[in-house]
């Protein structure tokens, strides 16, 4: 594969995967734990909806098309985040009756901010000068994310025996789809991403491990590459919350066409 | 014809949108302005990736240069080579981020890492006796802290 085609795969990877998870960060907004947790998710969101930006304009310069629209009005078939990050947060919706799980929430955030750290590392060695710089400083802003979440998680492990169990839960619920991180679709081994499936599991393994092992915390089992679902959404495979995810994401775009913010 | 240091003097004009005492250059973010006859380019490098008040400091810092006599056309870039860190913040500016309230940022621990124990002083009374809020504040670069010694909240410019 050419290397211009490498690119732009990973580019939608990056885009996608921060977009969604950030909108699903965005949605805890007013009905996290308690106020700074309001904050702190609202910000979190903040960073990773503007990473998401970097990427969906680096697309745009290479002729994918407008950034807006690539956000906004792409098709769930064409979108190539991770189906870990698609997930809910809880049953219900953010408007009717929402049921948030924050035992799950915490889990994903974990394993996804030491995912994303490790393909940081990786992307700051790329080929690619432009990506590799916007990495390095991408990089520098995640630490935040991933001291937040690991002071989460240490705290939900360490608190009541309900804490525990719904963050013992939520890990379970998270491991289903875990794996679907890892698979890299139309990116190839290449100076463009000079990783493999393998590196990047095991550096993240390498990062979580120790994290489990210190709140005694057992570690489930090697991450299934094939998803339970066989959905790989790294080849546009996703699940029917990533349509509705869309849907509200959208709307305001599609409602007044043209308009600016 | 603009000179560059006419330019860097203009853009101290230009204040950061939502710290008004504090210019783009207190803040560090512009890191290079090139004059070509009438034509000036500058290329600023964002505090955080996502900070949305990027676009509304390109239209300022090009409003105020296109107004230099001299200046034919300004364009504005974003870079991020060299990355913004919070060490490109200027004595002055460190200074001018107190009188907002704000602390200026805590030098960067060994080996690029957060360490949560060292609080940064009070920007009102300089006590040391403080402890962190949240480590998520008003805007990405902000976190919030509390001054045990003069009981006011205050914010802290992000290590980044
Ligand atoms: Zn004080």
């Known amino acids: ?261 | 014809m603009v000179t560059e240091a006419a330019v860097w003097a203009a853009l101290t004009d230009v204040k950061d949108p939502e710290i008004p005492p504090v210019s783009v250059v207190d803040m560090g973010m512009v890191s290079r302005v090139v004059v070509d006859g009438d034509q000036v380019n500058i290329d600023m490098t964002p505090t955080f990736v996502g900070c949305p008040a990027l676009e509304i400091i390109r239209r300022d810092v090009a409003a105020r240069v296109a107004v230099e006599p001299g200046v034919g056309g300004v364009a504005v870039r974003f870079v991020f080579d060299p990355p913004w860190t919070s060490e490109r913040i200027t004595p002055q500016g460190r200074e001018r981020l107190k009188t907002f309230g704000i602390a200026p940022p805590m030098p960067e621990s060994a080996g690029g890492l957060i360490n949560l124990a060292e609080v940064p002083p009070c920007p009102f009374c300089s006590s040391h006796d403080t402890h962190m809020e949240n480590l998520f504040g008003p805007t990405a670069c902000r976190a919030i802290y509390y001054c045990d010694a003069c009981r006011q909240p205050f914010e802290a410019m992000k290590t980044v």
Request: aromatic share 8%; charged share 25%.
């Open chain 1, 1 to 261: 594969m050419a290397d211009a085609d490498v690119l732009v795969a990973l580019l939608y990877q990056l885009a996608d995967d921060e977009l969604v998870i950030g909108h699903r960060d965005s949605e805890w907004l007013g009905l996290a734990p308690h106020i700074e947790e309001d904050i702190a998710f609202g910000s979190i969101a903040q960073d990773e909806v503007g990473h998401a930006i970097i990427f969906l304009r680096m697309l745009e310069e290479l002729g994918e098309g407008n950034a807006d629209d690539l956000a906004f009005l792409r098709p769930a078939a064409d979108r190539r985040n991770a189906v870990l990050v698609e997930r809910p947060n809880g049953a219900g919706t953010y408007l009717e009756n929402p049921q948030f799980d924050w035992g799950y929430t915490i889990a994903r955030r974990l394993v996804y901010d030491l995912f994303d750290g490790v393909r940081l590392e990786v992307l700051t060695r790329s080929s690619h000068q432009p990506l590799a710089q916007v990495a390095a400083k991408i990089r520098r802003e995640e630490r935040y994310h991933l001291l937040h979440h690991v002071t989460w998680f240490k705290r939900l492990a360490q608190g009541s025996d309900e804490s525990r169990r719904r963050l013992e839960e939520g890990i379970a619920k998270v491991w289903t789809d875990v794996g679907g991180l890892f698979t890299l679709g139309a990116v190839a081994t290449s100076p463009i991403f000079p990783a493999t499936t393998q590196d990047l599991l095991d550096g993240w393994m390498g990062e979580l491990k120790p994290i489990f092992a210190a709140e005694g915390i057992a570690w489930p089992s090697a991450p299934l590459m094939r998803p339970p679902l066989g959905l790989d959404g790294r080849r546009g495979q996703h699940t029917p919350e990533l349509g509705a995810l869309l849907e509200a994401m959208g709307e305001v775009c599609r409602a007044v066409p043209g308009a600016s913010w």
